[in-house]
């Protein structure tokens, strides 16, 4: 609305800047063909717009052609992208030297451009997830439109300082006031909400959508009736809004924008749109189904409907084949691409002749036309001897809402690195917790290296602190602290860290051997190993409406792998609310049935068992498999059928609540048992899950990975799964914190009507819920009120919720009973009465209820404005209005930890050993004792010894120098995955990426990759320290040599000296081209002869391991030697 300081999402303005582009160009081949029909909302209809945007000229880049490079970064930052290190979403672009990333917002991906000079030279689509090249996908043009309707020159930003000055800040408690807004334009700066200002910036010569319109293009409305009362509704709502937003800005929030103050107008009238239309010449025409004067009728019919009936579908599909026979059009709407080729394919099993057709494609004569599309009534125009025939006439399923392709976004790190600002604490796995300072550059005997400064506690009493100097190339061995109150820091070189560490290690090997038994039990008992997939498995999963993302298809494919292995599967699913965790589960149960087994699906609340059954039924339709649900809702007779059905095998799937784990209830061959948000069963639930445990495959999913992290941490015993990318086309929910003010209630319900939405009102207590809802009607009069909570009787709770879902009722008032797995993409506002008194994981998954579909979702938690909030009702508010990005589940979990402190989580006794090492890597040592105990289960000798940090200090020059990685946090996101690469393969895949986002190495970068490969050779060999002591002394320690080794090394490397003492060796660096006064080898050379001097102690022919990978092994390097 325009009140609100909020801008369209970049998507929305690029696909309107798109089609207003096509308008005014019609005959320009690279946007597509010549626009024939424009559908559109009333409310795009009525807002007023620059007429000129058709006619901005967007970047044009296609590979052959010569453009400025510089020129093209200057007309980018017009268009209003942003620029960013790394690009992520649509309307961003990234530099690094030739490179140009640029998302343009009508794009399925970004695409990398590579520039020679000022010529195009090379293009190629990357995905945002791994910032890789695509190379499946060949292009070689990208257009990139404007990213906002309202661009800022000098035009605009002359006028809004003109405003700006006849407006000053007079308001004083109003913080984010228009005047700001104005100076901030004024200057060239984008801020949230500017398109509001549109009619004042740019009052001279607005028009509307009617006005791009080409030449004899007619209007049509449909259902006048409606479109004349949402226009109406807009207007009155932008009003109401303007005011409530006034009496929260009292109270300190942002003061709304009103442009009616500042001289101009928002929404124009319907009549005033009719008007113009017709004087430019465009005919006017309602479509209604009430009859008026000069009404012409049309003879359009409802399509014949089988809603699933095998018989109906023959004969649909027959009056289908006689229709194309005689020369008819016929099209069958499908939603997604897996179902419109079954349709074609069913089609053509009845002798029908059928084909796929593009969007945009009209269907031709003699034959169908298939097309995806979210359309649910097929119609039958005789005039035009046309029918349409859609997949629920078909099959009787409703297509869900709008479907675009999904991306991956990119995947969040649970710890991330660059994420550290100079006071944080972190935790070094060799000294303990320390500070960090900062990050620095140091040039030590000639060779500069980039450290992070790490401060820590004085060894001597009274001191100043000490510093530690961490090098990039050892990132691997900081973690972020997590772990409640705040700790001392560690001292250096002290025993205190060992002894913490020590400690804590001895109270995780009680819980890791209890895990452990069950492990064994299960590893020891026979599963059943279920075969691959079938070609019918492959046709379900393509029917699949989204894009899948990244973790999604890896969570599926180890949930495969599992349940090939004839050891039965034990796996948690855990991933954000609404990251499609059903899915994997949906395509796990298909894979059992395959194999003739039966399921049964698990979960909490009677609610979610609808909802899986609606979508498994959904998923499934089409093949031969009979799913059922079982809760208390089930009728008695329908209950019995279940069960015999269970009993005698004609039963697929069932899906249910704890109804299914009562005595009594018998299975025929249950092969899969898959349990959705497992916390939330009972202790005697859990045993009998934890029985099936032992025999039957299990898959777990789980939203919030509160308190259970650990044990699911306690990883090895349970495998994991995480799913931490979001599907693409979220927005993050917007979240308001604050005292509760019913003129804003209201206000915010009735947005939510306005775009046909639907809103939670949560109340939660069932004693005054009525008063509640009676108090929302007073407030939305015109809205279809209704109330739901779990004392109700339950045939009455399953009816109100099943109509919430149908869209006949527009808000549901209701307890948290809405808090877990609700599915209702069109519920896109939330608003929570007394929030202070919910738990943070319960107010993390009430947010996730809404903005699950393409609209953009609200959450209002409100406190009563004069109640005091206790400290603890502070934090997790506090903590829900930050951590309102998509994906936050693993944030919350972890602050939730820090407010709460481990205690909750683990019993007293062992939060204290995660106090003192911090929660990161107490869950690394839960992991080792597991990992000790599993191999001694497998009959395998571990020694528990901790990997050591191997130390490299060698006069080489290796760091990623800032003029090949500008931006600091991407070098040490560079930095911390070659310092965590575990073996060669790893290394690999990292330079790979490496070169592929930011051109080929240069030499430091080069040697870094060597020093990386020296270090995974050394930790081999259990070498801790490489050293330079002096300009010709090399250190390599600890090393055993027995006398073999000894000779060998006198031999190859003369003046070399072995301590036995202290286990080192000393060698003497050799001098380049082997001059007497040529100077000591360094970089390249030294690392390899290291690698080299390691290999032949073992015994190991030299250069048998190409240190470099860029340099061919023996050859070149032999010469050298001296």
Not at 339 to 349: G, I, K, M
Not at 458 to 471: C, E, F, M, Q, T
Not at 561 to 575: H, L, N, Q, S, T
Not at 885 to 897: F, I, R, S, Y
Request: with cysteine.
């Amino acid at each position: 609305l325009p009140h609100e300081r909020l801008s369209p999402g970049v998507d929305t303005v690029g696909a309107r800047m798109l089609l207003l582009r096509r308008l005014a160009h019609p005959d320009d081949a690279r946007l597509g063909p010549p626009l024939r029909v424009v559908v559109t909302t009333v409310r795009s209809l009525l807002q007023p717009m620059t007429p000129q945007l058709g006619r901005i000229e967007p970047v044009t880049l296609a590979v052959g052609t010569e453009i400025g490079f510089e020129d093209v970064i200057a007309r980018l930052v017009e268009l209003a992208y942003t620029r960013v290190d790394m690009v992520g979403k649509r309307g961003e672009f990234a530099v690094r030297g030739g490179i140009l990333d640029v998302f343009a917002p009508t794009a399925e991906h970004p695409v990398r451009v590579e520039f020679w000079g000022d010529e195009v030279s090379e293009m190629r689509m990357f995905a945002v997830a791994d910032q890789r090249s695509i190379p499946e996908i060949a292009v070689d043009t990208v257009v990139a439109v404007p990213c906002r309707e309202l661009l800022i020159d000098a035009e605009v930003r002359g006028r809004a300082a003109d405003l700006a000055a006849q407006h000053p800040k007079t308001e004083n408690t109003v913080t984010g006031t228009v005047a700001d807004m104005l100076a901030k334009l004024a200057e060239g700066i984008p801020v949230d909400g500017m398109e509001a200002l549109l009619p004042v910036l740019r009052p001279a010569d607005l028009s509307l959508l009617t006005d791009q319109l080409g030449p004899d293009t007619a209007v049509l409305v449909c259902d006048p009736e409606k479109v004349r009362a949402r226009a109406a509704d807009l207007i009155k709502t932008g009003r109401e809004f303007l005011e409530a937003s006034w009496s929260v800005a009292a109270v300190g929030g942002d003061a709304p924008i009103d442009v009616e103050q500042l001289g101009g107008s928002g929404f124009r009238e319907l009549e005033e749109a009719a008007a113009v239309a017709r004087q430019a010449g465009h005919p006017w025409w309602t479509l209604s189904q009430l009859s008026g004067e000069a009404a012409i009728e049309l003879d359009v019919r409802a399509a014949p409907s089988a809603r699933g009936h095998q018989r109906d579908i023959d004969e649909i599909f027959a009056m289908l084949r006689a229709h194309v026979a005689t020369g008819g059009c016929a099209a069958v709407v499908a939603p997604g691409v897996g179902t419109a080729h079954r349709v074609v394919e069913q089609l053509a099993e009845s002798d029908t002749p059928a084909t796929l057709l593009d969007p945009g494609d009209p269907p031709k004569p003699g034959v169908v036309g298939v097309l995806r599309g979210p359309l649910h009534d097929g119609v039958v125009v005789p005039g035009a001897q046309l029918v349409v025939i859609t997949e629920t006439d078909l099959t009787g399923n409703r297509a869900t809402g709008p479907q675009g392709k999904r991306l991956a976004a990119k995947r969040r790190n649970i710890v991330d690195p660059l994420a550290l600002t100079a006071g944080d604490l972190v935790v070094h796995d060799q000294h303990g917790i320390g500070r960090f300072v900062e990050m620095v550059e140091r040039t030590v005997g000639g060779a500069r290296r980039e450290y992070l400064v790490l401060e820590y506690a004085s060894a001597k009493r009274g001191g100043g602190s000490d510093k530690l100097y961490v090098p990039m190339d050892a990132l691997d061995q900081l973690s972020r602290y997590v772990g409640g109150q705040a700790p001392a820091l560690s001292r250096l070189g002290g025993s205190d860290w060992t002894n913490t560490k020590t400690k804590a290690r001895k109270a995780v090997r009680e819980i890791a051997s209890e895990l452990v038994a069950l492990y064994a039990k299960r590893q020891a008992s026979a599963g059943y190993a279920f075969g691959p997939d079938t070609p019918w498995q492959a046709e379900m999963e393509d029917a699949f409406g989204f894009t899948e993302t990244v973790d999604q298809l890896t969570a599926i494919t180890e949930v495969k792998a599992d349940m090939e292995k004839p050891v039965p599967m034990d796996r948690v699913i855990c991933g954000d609310v609404g990251y499609g965790k059903t899915e994997i589960a949906v395509r796990a149960a298909f894979k059992a049935v395959q194999a003739g087994k039966q399921v049964a699906v698990l979960v909490p609340t009677t609610l979610l068992a609808d909802q899986h059954l609606q979508t498994f039924s959904e998923r499934m339709a089409g093949f031969p498999v009979t799913v059922k649900g079982l809760s208390r809702f089930t009728d008695p007779a329908e209950s019995r059928t279940v069960v015999d059905g269970m009993a005698d095998g004609s039963v697929d799937i069932v899906i249910g609540t704890h109804r299914l784990l009562q005595t009594g209830v018998r299975w025929k061959d249950l092969g899969l048992v898959v349990v959705d948000e497992e916390q939330r069963f009972g202790v005697e639930h859990k045993e009998h899950i934890k029985s099936l445990r032992t025999h039957v495959d299990v898959l777990t999913m789980s939203a919030t990975p509160i308190p259970r992290t650990l044990e699911m941490s306690l990883a090895g015993i349970r495998e994991m799964s995480t799913i931490l990318t979001p599907p693409e086309e979220r927005y993050p929910v917007l979240t308001y914190v604050g005292p509760h003010d019913d003129k804003q209630v209201a206000a915010a319900l009735r947005r939510e009507l306005l775009r046909d939405g639907q809103a939670f009102y949560v109340h939660n207590r069932v004693s005054s819920i009525d008063a509640a809802a009676a108090r929302v009607r007073q407030l939305v009069p015109e809205a279809r009120v209704v109330v739901a909570h779990g004392q109700m009787p339950e045939e009455a709770l399953e009816t109100t919720v099943q109509g919430f879902w149908n869209r006949d009722f527009d808000i549901l008032v209701c307890t948290t009973i809405v808090e877990t797995g609700l599915d209702i993409s069109n519920a896109n506002t939330l608003i929570v009465e007394r929030a202070d008194t919910f738990g943070l994981s319960q107010l993390h998954q009430l947010r996730g209820r809404v903005g699950r579909g393409r609209e953009r979702g609200y959450a209002y938690f409100l406190y009563p404005p004069h109640v005091p909030l206790t400290e603890t009702a502070y934090d997790r508010l506090a903590t829900i209005a930050q951590n309102n990005e998509l994906g936050a589940g693993m944030a919350v979990a972890m602050k939730d930890l820090e407010i709460r402190g481990a205690g909750n989580v683990l019993g007293a006794e062992q939060s204290g050993h995660v106090a003192g090492v911090g929660f990161d890597l107490y869950v690394r040592l839960v992991g080792e004792a597991v990992e000790a105990y599993r191999a001694a289960a497998d009959g395998q000798t571990v020694t528990s010894t901790e990997p050591k940090d191997v130390r490299i200090d060698l006069p080489v020059d290796a760091h990623l120098p800032p003029d090949y990685i500008g931006s600091d946090r991407l070098r040490l996101e560079a930095y911390r995955r070659l310092a965590a690469a575990a073996d060669e393969a790893a290394v690999g895949a990292v330079v790979e990426e490496l070169v592929d986002r930011y051109g080929p190495l240069p030499e430091p970068a080069q040697l870094l990759v060597a020093v990386a490969r020296l270090r995974l050779l050394c930790r081999g060999y259990g070498i801790t320290e490489v050293s330079a002591v002096s300009a010709s002394t090399l250190r390599l320690a600890p090393l055993t040599l027995p006398d073999s080794a000894q000779l060998r090394l006198k031999r190859v490397y003369p003046g070399a000296h072995y301590r036995a003492t202290t286990a080192t060796v000393q060698v003497p660096i050799p001098r380049a081209s082997g001059g007497v006064g040529a100077p000591r080898i360094r970089d390249l050379e030294l690392v390899q002869m290291v690698a080299d001097l390691v290999l032949a102690l073992d015994g190991k022919p030299q250069g048998e391991v190409d240190i470099t990978g860029l340099v061919p092994p023996g050859g070149a390097r032999e010469e050298s030697r001296s």
